[in-house]
């Protein structure tokens, strides 16, 4: 789970962070169970947390097997990798980079593709042309390493992937998804018509 501001702390207290909680809520003060930005206090400041949006676990494949890592996206704007099995306490990310300009709240969808995982979040993508900003979808794409590698994409080969993926799906279990991945523009960011079919309109317009 992901947690939100605290208020005139001093010492950190649980909160602008990721928690690993046991099958009875338990929280459990092993750094490998938690996991809080080195700034979390300037964080708390700025209501810049990470509570915006729930961590999401991602399975990517290295050449020595399946690395098991989690995504969580905060409001200030910055993806951090984690390792799934030792959170890494305060400042343990394994890898932290900036990928959108505006705060992030959300709930992002992930897709594998071979070894990686990319993941589709709605926020202007700090790496995009400014002029595809607007349109307010980014995708990630996450790969296996030490620390793991992560750089913004195309949505358009996001979804090409996706329809290739789909259509192998569909020779090996003879049942086709491929029709689920919409045409985008080039870029980082996608057309309204290519929003609409990643943000589903049963879900009614984002708040903020």
């Known amino acids: ?12 207290n649980d909160g602008e962070a990721v928690i690993r909680l046991s099958t009875d809520l338990h929280r459990s003060t092993d750094k490998r ?19 915006g949006t729930n961590p999401i676990p991602l399975n990517v494949q290295s050449p020595n097997g399946p690395q098991a890592l989690l995504l969580a996206l905060g409001k200030d704007g910055n993806a951090y990798v984690l390792d799934r099995n ?5 400042g343990g990310s394994l890898l932290t980079e900036t990928v959108s300009s505006g705060p992030i709240r959300t709930a992002p969808a992930t897709y594998p593709v071979g070894g990686d995982a990319f993941v589709a979040f709605q926020g202007p993508g700090a790496h995009c042309p400014q002029t595809a900003r607007s349109t307010e979808l980014t995708v990630l794409k996450i790969g296996p390493g ?3 590698t992560m750089g913004t994409v195309g949505v358009e080969l996001f979804a090409a992937r996706a329809r290739q993926s789909s ?6 279990r003879i ?11 080039a870029g980082c960011t996608a057309s309204e018509a290519t929003r609409a079919k990643f943000f589903s309109p049963e879900a009614g317009p984002r708040k903020r």
């Open 33 to 51: 169970d938690f996991f809080a930005p080195p700034n979390w206090r300037a964080l708390d400041q700025r209501d810049a947390d990470l509570g």
């Open 167 to 172: 259509r192998q799906l569909m020779d090996n």
């Open 175 to 185: 049942r086709s998804y491929g029709s689920w991945a919409p045409r985008a523009t």
């Open 86 to 90: 030792n959170l890494g306490g305060i």
């Open 146 to 148: 030490t620390p793991p």
């Open 1 to 12: 789970m992901a947690t939100g501001n605290t208020f005139g702390a001093t010492t950190w």
